[in-house]
């Protein structure tokens, strides 16, 4: 009689959703559409419908300012009811403890990187002075001068459209948080915690990334105006850039004989000193922040009102938040709704250009930039079943003792092998039951804390 083959042992032996190391493994390793980004299914529609009726409904502040302010409160509550409700049926709290170490720590990574980036931005723009920002001309931009152009030849209804303030920076942020809850409905796979801390951790590495790429080489703005409008910065240069920059800022013989000699030959006179306040331990910040007497003793303070840049910064952080929004939905959701997301990033971009807030390069930049990173953050989370992944990897390290055991009619000693593999995935969830009930009402609180802050600060973008 001939032996059981290890498929057919494995099969009677285990529960269905165990596969065997056959062709079947590459479809085991799909997850199920409905959590894929099932659109076919009705939760996959659920979430892009909500998706599209929250910008719907938010752009009704542009046409009908009355409707506007009846009909959002009442879909945030409406949601935020939905949502409560499904907190206790939710089965996957243990996946979610297990990420939220590293939810936590790709916040902390990524304040630090805004404290970082603020500052930069500070310093990019105050160590030129104010007059610089006066005088220097925007850099030639065939992006702006292609939708100038396309102004004149398209009809108004397109242009109209393509002007319009469909979408903003709180609103990817938005969707974004539509898709972390979205696993409280199994429409995005679990945990949540991990997908955020992907999204922030992601984040957080492109800010660092801009804000490196924007301090190495100061570039002017679209707007010219902006320095003056925004900042009290001294109108004069920093002396470092009296003494490194000024001399050789036009004259082209100055500029061939520094490449020749290389070193700061020409004499800038004296400098011009800054006002220096008394900061303390941070008194190391004054020569990357140039205090004025009117902006206060603080420095903290003096961070607070920086309200973004006022020179070119390469690239634009409204456009990386919007293409790491549309990839996380893509991975995690996909379907057509995935793909008005990315058709709104693009509406995104155009504006920026067409509104002079950065240059084509800095949009084109940033998409190119958050597709790449998010590809690389996969380890933080992943749509691929990785619990499957886990046994299907611990059954292949046994092949060879299963398959012996098999061909032996050793049935025992097949169980037991199938054992291990189910055995050491029941091992990962037992957690303190008293744990397991005060860290759902804690996750709740603080990511309910989180969308708040998020909604009060960026709303204005």
């Known amino acids: 009689m001939e032996s059981p083959g290890v498929k057919e042992i494995w099969c ?17 390793m799909r997850w199920p559409s409905s959590l894929n980004g099932g659109e076919d299914g009705g939760r996959g529609r659920g979430l892009g419908f909500i998706a599209i009726s929250y910008i719907a409904i938010d752009y009704l502040r542009e046409i009908s300012p009355a409707w506007h302010s009846r009909l959002q409160p009442a879909l945030w509550s409406i949601l935020s009811l939905i949502v409560l409700s499904r907190i206790p049926f939710y089965k996957h709290w243990v996946a979610e403890f297990r990420s939220a170490l590293p939810f936590l720590g790709s916040v902390i ?6 404290l970082f980036e603020v500052l930069s931005v500070r310093f990019v723009t105050a160590v030129l002075g104010l007059d610089w920002h006066r005088n220097v ?33 709180h609103h990817y942020l938005m969707l974004f948080i539509m898709l972390g809850f979205s696993v409280l409905f199994d429409s995005v796979k679990a945990p949540g915690l991990g997908l955020g801390a992907r999204y922030l951790f992601t984040m957080a590495i492109g800010r660092l990334l801009r804000t490196i790429t924007f301090v190495s ?9 902006c320095a003056v409008v925004r900042y009290q910065v001294p109108s004069y240069p920093h002396w470092w850039a009296q003494k490194y920059y000024v001399p050789y800022a036009s004259d082209a013989n100055a500029i061939r004989e520094v490449i020749y000699q290389d070193f ?28 004025t007497h009117s902006e206060g003793p603080s420095w903290y303070h003096l961070l607070k009102r920086a309200s973004g840049g006022c020179n070119d910064l390469l690239y634009s952080g409204h456009m990386l938040v919007a293409v790491l929004t549309a990839m996380a939905w893509t991975e995690a959701y996909g379907g057509f709704s995935s793909v008005l997301i990315w058709l709104l990033v693009m509406h995104s971009a155009q504006r920026e250009i067409r509104e002079r807030h950065h240059y084509t390069v800095d949009c084109v930049a940033a998409i190119y930039v958050g597709i790449l990173l998010w590809k690389m953050t996969g380890f933080l989370w992943s749509s691929e079943n990785v619990s499957r992944i886990k046994r ?22 097949v169980r037991k092998l199938l054992e291990e593999v189910e055995s050491g995935s029941q091992k990962e969830g037992r957690l303190s039951s008293k744990l397991m009930c005060l860290f ?14 998020a909604i009060t600060y960026t709303d204005d973008g």
């Open 12 to 28: 009677r032996r285990t529960p269905s959703h165990f596969l065997t190391l056959t062709s079947a493994n590459a479809a085991a």
């Open 109 to 114: 990574f990524l304040l630090s990187a805004f």
């Open 137 to 169: 001309n925007p850099l030639p931009d065939t992006g702006q001068w292609l939708l100038l152009a396309m102004n004149e030849h398209l009809p108004q209804t397109v242009v109209d459209i393509l002007r319009a303030h469909i979408i903003g920076l």
């Open 217 to 225: 080489t100061i570039l002017p703005s679209p707007r010219p105006w």
């Open 264 to 291: 700061a030959y020409a004499d800038p006179g004296k400098l011009r000193g800054d006002y220096r306040p008394d900061w303390g331990s941070m008194s190391f910040l004054i020569d990357f922040l140039r205090p």
């Open 392 to 413: 299907l990897a611990k059954l292949e390290r046994i092949e060879a003792r299963l398959t012996r055991a098999a061909k032996d009619d050793n049935i025992e000693e």
């Open 440 to 453: 759902p009402l804690v996750t709740v609180i603080f990511t309910f804390t989180i969308v708040i802050l």
